[in-house]
């Protein structure tokens, strides 16, 4: 039902209660709220957006639409902007002649944290970034810190910590001659995946966990990583795919996620199609062992979940096909994720809220895997790189579909809302018109 549609109802609905109530005022003793009074969750939520015709805009049910904004990140545009459910540009950031390294995130004090390219990379495999800036609304650059040389490089995704601190995807080289050392069977060299946090006030790296730290293989008995997979979950299998790519590049994380109560980073790991979850409570000294921090189990993964098969689990079903976009809700949500699964094989991409669990515990072949919430596919869901899915205060998901574009489905799998162009759209980001984060732009809209 159309705007109109609706408030001609409810003009009638008035119109029948004055006529009603004149009737009755001289036999009936009681209050005028009390005559056909309407319980708000009675009424149906009506949006006052006013959709263009417009080409890719398609808009199923409007009035079900949550009149937001989109944070979007067209890396293939190499633009960052505001836009609203009617894809009218609210305001783009001047990325000052850098491009995109993926992510982009409008914090709440109204400074853009981005992954930015690097002049000069010598690590250049897709999502490589190197340079990551916070950028105020005019386009000026507040702080940078490039992470780039031959043998690593900033990439993808970095998270702005409660005390200030930014956390960030890092990629590490080891040579062919480190990497026979822990049997990585290619027998080339290997890029592998860190997470690092910096003090923005010092430039300092304050705390560092790695990959290369927590291997285990069952190949070659000689090196000091072999050992049982399957009895080892807490480990990552180096050789659990063939690596096929010159570069040696074996996991390819691509987003992250803090769990502050909990002190946990969720970590995307695209190549083995499973979410990773590690103990920040660590020292960078507790993060290379295996014990220390509030799970005592120092650097090695607490918790993870997507494809038991990744340590050679037969219980438990695998979830992920690829993924992208770890994101912890809060509120009524707190304690569930929600994640875009590519569907790189079936070509089929699925979104999910799933529970994560109360207790953080990997058990050898037992059903690690999390409790499905809610999920969402179509048959014209499919993006085989990027994508995410974020939640709007109305209970709807904003799905980035990433080689596409942008959908709004209900709670109940309704697509009430879809746009699509021509791009390369790393995420979009939901922001309610009232935030902090917008009401600190100061934007005219």
Request: hydrophobic share 35%; proline share 4%; net charge negative.
């Amino acid at each position: 039902m159309n705007l109109y549609n609706l408030k001609f109802r409810y003009s009638l609905i008035a119109f029948f209660s004055i006529i009603l109530i004149s009737c009755t005022s001289d036999y009936v003793d009681e209050p005028e709220s009390e005559v056909l009074q309407m319980e708000d969750d009675d009424i149906p939520p009506i949006t006052t957006i006013e959709f263009p015709d417009k080409e890719g805009l398609e808009v199923l049910a409007g009035e079900k639409v949550f009149d937001g904004f989109i944070l979007v990140n067209d890396a293939a545009a190499n633009r960052v902007y505001l836009m609203d459910k009617a894809t009218t540009l609210i305001h783009e950031w001047n990325l000052n002649g850098k491009r995109l390294g993926n992510d982009a995130f409008l914090l709440d004090d109204g400074r853009l944290l981005a992954m930015l390219e690097s002049e000069t990379p010598l690590l250049t495999l897709g999502g490589f970034g190197g340079l990551i800036s916070l950028i105020r609304k005019n386009g000026e650059v507040e702080w940078s810190y490039e992470y780039s040389n031959e043998n690593h490089i900033a990439h993808h995704d970095a998270k702005m910590l409660p005390n200030g601190n930014i956390l960030f995807l890092s990629w590490e080289k080891k040579s062919a001659e480190e990497a026979n050392e822990i049997a990585f069977s290619p027998g080339t060299q290997i890029i592998y995946d860190a997470v690092l946090e910096i003090n923005p006030t010092t430039n300092e790296i304050v705390w560092e966990w790695h990959m290369w730290d927590h291997l285990i293989q069952d190949l070659d008995d000689t090196k000091l990583n072999f050992g049982d997979v399957s009895l080892n979950p807490q480990l990552i299998d180096i050789n659990y795919q063939e690596v096929t790519n010159p570069d040696g590049d074996v996991s390819h994380a691509n987003g992250i996620d803090y769990d502050a109560e909990n002190d946990l980073i969720y970590v995307s790991a695209n190549f083995y199609s499973e979410i990773w979850v590690i103990d920040h409570s660590t020292t960078s000294e507790e993060a290379k062992s295996n014990s220390g921090g509030t799970f005592n189990k120092g650097g090695d993964l607490v918790y993870r979940f997507g494809n038991p098969s990744a340590y050679k689990n037969d219980v438990g079903l695998r979830l992920f096909d690829r993924n992208h976009h770890p994101n912890l809700l809060s509120g009524d949500k707190k304690g569930n994720i929600l994640v875009y699964a590519n569907g790189f094989e079936a070509e089929q991409s699925t979104a999910y809220e799933l529970k994560t669990p109360e207790t953080f515990e990997l058990i050898p072949n037992s059903n690690n895997e999390p409790e499905i919430i809610w999920s969402f596919t179509d048959l014209e869901l499919y993006s085989g790189r990027v994508s995410g899915v974020d939640i709007l205060p109305n209970g709807n998901r904003l799905i980035t579909e990433g080689d596409f574009g942008f959908w709004e489905v209900t709670e109940a799998g309704e697509i009430i809302w879809r746009y699509t162009e021509a791009g390369f759209f790393w995420r979009g980001y939901h922001f309610s018109k009232d935030s902090e984060a917008i009401n600190r732009l100061q934007l005219e809209f």
